[in-house]
């Protein structure tokens, strides 16, 4: 029995060849470098707040160099661009027939939900989850929100280890 096969089309319908790819990359530099602000801006009035932005950056990065290597290659690259093949790739692309909305609603949920939920609400993978699809949607590339995915976790575990 066939578990995977090859898409029809390749994957020129998910905007990962030729043009569409490097147009997906310039999107997913803009969209990071837009969230990456945003990040900053909420941090900067959390602490004027008197709240601790530093919590939402606690992750236990393992010790060493090689733990740490292994963690940022697999948590920071390999897993966004498995999880953006996933979310936004088949399940968003499966419905998206029902209209972009459905899609961004559904794909979002089932990305939040396999996330498990943390000691505090997860508002970086519901932000995430809209953000991603946002920049799918927008770029036709799904190279977009691997982009984003890949440079957020890859900020995030960086921040995690200095703080």
């Not at 961004?104 to 699809?133: E, K």
């Amino acid at each position: 029995m066939m578990v995977l096969a090859r898409p029809e089309g390749g994957v020129r319908p998910m905007g990962l060849s030729g043009q569409a790819l490097a147009r997906g990359l310039r999107h997913g530099a803009l969209w990071a470098l837009g969230l990456g602000m945003a990040v900053l801006l909420a941090g900067g009035l959390m602490a004027l707040a008197g709240m601790s932005p530093w919590r939402y950056f606690q992750l236990h990065i393992p010790a060493g160099v090689l733990g740490a290597l292994l963690y940022f290659g697999v948590g920071g690259v390999v897993a966004p661009v498995a999880e953006e093949l996933f979310f936004r790739g088949l399940l968003y692309g499966f419905f998206r027939r029902w209209g972009w909305t459905a899609a961004l609603v559904i794909s979002t949920a089932c990305f939040v939900l396999a996330h498990g939920w943390p000691r505090q609400p997860p508002v970086a993978q519901l932000v995430g989850g809209v953000i991603f699809a946002a920049a799918y949607e927008t770029s036709a590339s799904l190279a977009a929100p691997m982009v984003v995915h890949v440079l957020g976790n890859l900020a995030i575990f960086t921040i995690a280890l200095l703080v």
